[in-house]
């Protein structure tokens, strides 16, 4: 799972520097939110890059870098991980009663 988020931030890491994120002012925009937001709250900070990059490949009818799918499908994947973990700790504490 941790090798999972260290790869997920590689790649958001490479995409923040690529010619393409530069050369856009509103993918740039993104990237950089997420860049301000991720020391403080990570996991919000994901979801939120994830929401504003879906909102980005719509309003540009799909025509996008690849990459951005691929940041999405990696944040649903890590996110839905931890989550798993949470409802599970959640839920034990229920049934036995901690």
Same mark, same amino acid.
Request: no cysteine; glycine share 4%; hydrophobic share 40%.
């Given at each position: 799972? !941790? @090798? /999972?988020?260290?790869?997920?931030?590689? #790649? =958001? %890491?490479?995409?923040?520097?690529?010619?393409?994120? +530069?050369?856009?002012?509103?993918?740039?925009?993104?990237?950089?939110?997420?860049?301000? !937001? @991720? /020391?403080?709250?990570?996991?919000?900070? #994901? =979801? %939120?890059?994830?929401?504003?990059?879906?909102?980005? +490949?719509?309003?540009?009818?799909?025509?996008?870098?690849?990459?951005?799918?691929?940041?999405?499908? /990696?944040?649903?994947?890590?996110?839905?991980?931890?989550?798993?973990?949470?409802?599970?700790?959640?839920?034990?504490?229920?049934?036995?009663?901690?």
């Amino acid at each position: 799972m !941790k @090798k /999972d988020m260290m790869a997920l931030l590689s #790649l =958001i %890491d490479e995409s923040t520097h690529s010619i393409e994120t +530069q050369s856009d002012p509103k993918l740039s925009a993104i990237f950089t939110n997420f860049n301000q !937001k @991720k /020391d403080y709250q990570l996991q919000k900070a #994901l =979801i %939120d890059l994830k929401s504003e990059i879906n909102i980005y +490949q719509l309003n540009n009818g799909y025509r996008t870098p690849k990459f951005l799918t691929r940041i999405v499908l /990696d944040i649903s994947s890590v996110t839905s991980v931890n989550e798993s973990f949470g409802m599970t700790a959640f839920f034990s504490n229920l049934w036995f009663g901690k």
